[in-house]
């Protein structure tokens, strides 16, 4: 890939010069511990870019060469006075003799190679590095959804995403001791703010991250780089959806908290407006009963009926109502008509004979009869179904019911048959 291409694409999406350099400064507790052992404070970078990292080793009074193949950023690094070569990183580890340098590290190199590459570079590191010396690697962590479906692939030389557990376990099958992963690079947000949102979980865990690796040595050259290994950093997926979801529930509770505060509180309402509805019911009942009760409602009763009378006339005329009146009068008298035919005849007679002498017998015979006429044929339907089933039973010779009978309990049935068929011939 052309020279001038990776210059101006670094300058754009790599960063500012000064930014990169307060990124790296995340790294200075493991410099102090290099630059105050005598032997380790000699360092080897790989693929050194644009001599950010150089700069802070030259910092930290670390002896460092940095090897690119990139001659324009090797350019770029000679105008700091920084120690550069052209060599690619495996040819540079190989002129290294065994346990020379502290420090063996690489910013955004190993997403380039193929992983059989990557293997032989860690077996080199490790070659090359003093017992307790160190191997710092750091690429972008594909654990943020966001760097493992497009930002990684932003660069056209870029291989393939390394996940950190591959790159943990490939050390340890290097020889290397303790490998530990260092998430870097998330927002402020992420720092500081125990509010995240859903876009944070793909967006939000580090972006980049760094393989953190010693090489065995006595144990007293190991206890000195104690406190680097402690040091815990970054978020990942994990952490994130546990706070996420810590979070979301509670939300969740203070939501359930607010409802049933707000339920508790339109009960106590609804009860209080019952009982003030119970109270004025109680109220008018008590008012309607001292009305009506009044001498006054009682004696303009017949006013009242007067008025009604009144209303509606003139919603249905006289004519309307003057039949309805004699119907309604009519309904009411014949009960007692039927009490005087029984009990006083003589009056039930000499009644019939004024009516008949003012012709009315006839018409209100003719409306008594239409008026009951629908009744008396369902009593008359009723009765003659009951006799019918009386006199014509059901034929149980020629059904399951009557085969399931005894033979004594057939000769009874057979005897009431014919004296119900003797029956219906009288």
């Known amino acids: 890939m052309d020279d001038l291409f990776n210059l101006a694409f670094e300058d754009v999406y790599r960063g500012a010069r000064d930014d990169i350099k307060a990124r ?56 700091y006075g920084l120690k550069t070569q052209k060599i690619d990183a495996i040819s540079a580890l190989k002129a290294l003799p065994e346990n020379s340098v502290g420090l063996v590290s690489a910013f955004h190199l190993i997403e380039h190679l193929p992983f059989e590459v990557l293997l032989h570079l860690l077996k080199e ?7 307790g010396g160190l191997l710092l690697l750091e690429t972008p962590n594909p654990e943020n959804l966001s760097v493992a479906s497009q930002w990684f692939y932003l660069d056209p030389s870029h291989q393939k995403p390394l ?80 706070r996420y979801q810590r979070q979301e529930d509670w939300r969740r509770d203070e939501l359930e908290k607010r409802l049933l505060q707000e339920i ?31 001498w006054a409602w009682r004696i303009c009763a ?3 009926l007067v008025a009604k009378q009144a209303r509606l006339v003139r919603e249905y ?12 009068c009519a309904t009411t008298l014949l009960p007692l008509e039927k009490y005087i035919k029984v009990h006083h005849p003589k009056i039930h007679f000499m009644i019939m004979g004024a009516l008949h002498r003012l012709g009315w017998h006839a018409r209100l015979r003719a409306w008594y009869i239409a008026k009951n006429q629908a009744s008396w044929a369902q009593a008359k339907s009723k009765e ?21 009978l005894s033979k004594s309990s057939q000769k009874i049935y057979k005897a009431l048959s014919k004296q119900l068929q003797r ?4």
């Open 302 to 304: 017949p006013l009242r």
């Open 24 to 79: 790296l400064a995340f790294y200075d507790p493991i410099l102090k511990q290099l630059s105050q052992h005598q032997g380790m404070a000699k360092a080897i970078d790989l693929g050194c870019g644009r001599g950010e990292w150089l700069e802070l080793l030259r910092a930290h009074h670390i002896d460092a060469q940095g090897v690119d193949l990139d001659e324009e950023m090797l350019i770029r690094c000679r105008a």
């Open 163 to 242: 996940p950190p557990e591959l790159m943990r376990f490939s050390a340890e099958f290097s020889g290397f001791y303790r490998p530990k992963i260092l998430r870097l690079n998330e927002s402020s947000k992420i720092q500081s703010s125990s509010n995240i949102d859903l876009l944070d979980l793909f967006v939000g865990v580090s972006p980049d991250y760094a393989l953190l690796a010693q090489k065995p040595a006595d144990e007293k050259i190991l206890e000195l780089f104690d406190v680097v290994f402690e040091k815990g950093s970054g978020a990942d997926l994990a952490s994130l959806t546990t």
């Open 317 to 328: 005329g006289w004519r309307t109502r003057f039949k309805a009146l004699l119907k309604k």
């Open 264 to 294: 508790v509180a339109n009960t106590a309402q609804h009860l209080a407006l019952e009982a003030r509805h119970e109270q004025l019911e109680a109220r008018y009942s008590n008012l309607e009963q001292l009305f009506f009760n009044r």
């Open 423 to 426: 029956r219906r011939e009288i």
């Open 384 to 404: 003659q179904q009951n006799l019918d089933f009386v006199l014509h039973p059901f034929d149980l010779e020629n059904d399951d019911v009557y085969a399931a």
């Open 125 to 131: 590191a490790f070659r090359v590095l003093v017992p």
